[in-house]
């Protein structure tokens, strides 16, 4: 029987998994924080993480960590340059994949972490932070975040990070290259389809069906006949997960 894990360890799991050996990845805060964590610990020991504050890191924390910004992170890093050399390494495509989440995706993968509510109850967010760079400029960019209704929307209210725009060709049109290629929530795993751009199921997590899925999405989402089940952590991947997260301040 496979030790139990939580929808978090999951969720850092499959996003580790995005992360390939050599690659420049602009991290992140949350559950991408530890999924680099998890990736150079294991199947990409040679990934180099970007941080948003600065950091360059070639190898894991030797703590654990809470923030990009907290000593751990700090201490022993490659590089601690400042913020526009870091968003520079982003323009000038060394980045391979970036991470961010948002409060709101719609089909073709926009992100909105600017405004969300309707009328007089809007509810002003934090906004782009760099966010929207990571989303134009990222050779390829990962998602996660938590599967809601509220937050999958038919059209995002705001358009705060692009994902593909109105569909295929948008990005073409804007001057932009990479794009989104996987959504991770805690109920499965997205990719989007080659021809439309739209997201569709790529992967149902263990126990949940389509139709749990469908009901929890603002459009009518592809989920194929017969959808294969997202892979599950070993117990090598949870220990590495609760040696950096011991009191799952992010993984639960």
Same mark, same amino acid.
């Given at each position: 029987?496979?030790?139990?894990?939580?929808?978090?360890?999951?969720?850092?799991?499959?996003?580790?998994?995005?992360?390939?050996?050599?690659?420049?990845?602009?991290?992140?805060?949350?559950?991408?924080?530890?999924?680099?964590?998890?990736?150079?610990?294991?199947?990409?020991?040679?990934?180099?993480?970007?941080?948003?504050?600065?950091?360059?890191?070639?190898?894991?924390?030797?703590?654990?960590?809470?923030?990009?910004?907290?000593?751990?992170?700090?201490?022993?890093?490659?590089?601690?340059?400042?913020?526009?050399?870091?968003?520079?390494?982003?323009?000038?495509?060394?980045?391979?994949?970036?991470?961010?989440?948002?409060?709101?995706?719609?089909?073709?993968?926009?992100?909105?972490?600017?405004?969300?509510?309707?009328?007089?109850?809007?509810?002003?967010?934090?906004?782009?932070?760099?966010?929207?760079?990571?989303?134009?400029?990222?050779?390829?960019?990962?998602?996660?975040?938590?599967?809601?209704?509220?937050?999958?929307?038919?059209?995002?209210?705001?358009?705060?990070?692009?994902?593909?725009?109105?569909?295929?060709?948008?990005?073409?049109?804007?001057?932009?290259?990479?794009?989104?290629?996987?959504?991770?929530?805690?109920?499965? !795993?997205?990719?989007?389809? %080659? *021809? +439309?751009? /739209?997201?569709?199921?790529?992967? #149902?997590?263990?126990?949940?069906?389509? @139709?749990?899925?469908?009901?929890?999405?603002?459009?009518?989402?592809? !989920?194929?006949?017969?959808? %294969? *089940? +997202?892979? /599950?952590?070993?117990?090598?991947? #949870?220990?590495?997960?609760?040696?950096? @997260?011991?009191?799952?301040?992010?993984?639960?």
């Amino acid at each position: 029987m496979s030790t139990p894990y939580t929808a978090g360890e999951l969720m850092i799991f499959r996003a580790a998994r995005e992360i390939r050996d050599r690659e420049l990845v602009f991290v992140g805060m949350r559950l991408p924080l530890l999924a680099y964590l998890l990736a150079r610990s294991t199947h990409a020991p040679r990934a180099v993480g970007l941080f948003e504050n600065g950091v360059l890191r070639d190898q894991p924390a030797a703590e654990p960590l809470i923030t990009m910004s907290d000593p751990p992170n700090l201490r022993g890093a490659r590089m601690c340059m400042g913020m526009e050399t870091a968003m520079g390494l982003l323009q000038a495509g060394h980045v391979q994949l970036g991470f961010i989440g948002g409060a709101e995706i719609d089909r073709y993968g926009n992100l909105n972490t600017t405004e969300v509510g309707v009328d007089d109850a809007v509810v002003r967010l934090p906004g782009s932070g760099g966010a929207c760079d990571i989303a134009c400029l990222a050779g390829r960019l990962v998602v996660v975040m938590k599967h809601e209704r509220r937050r999958f929307v038919e059209r995002v209210r705001h358009v705060t990070s692009p994902g593909y725009g109105t569909g295929r060709g948008w990005r073409d049109a804007q001057g932009l290259g990479g794009g989104p290629s996987t959504v991770i929530t805690d109920k499965a !795993v997205f990719t989007f389809h %080659p *021809r +439309t751009r /739209e997201m569709v199921v790529s992967s #149902l997590h263990p126990g949940v069906t389509p @139709d749990e899925v469908r009901a929890l999405t603002g459009w009518p989402v592809v !989920v194929p006949p017969d959808p %294969p *089940r +997202t892979e /599950e952590p070993s117990e090598t991947d #949870l220990a590495v997960i609760r040696r950096y @997260d011991p009191e799952g301040f992010w993984s639960r």
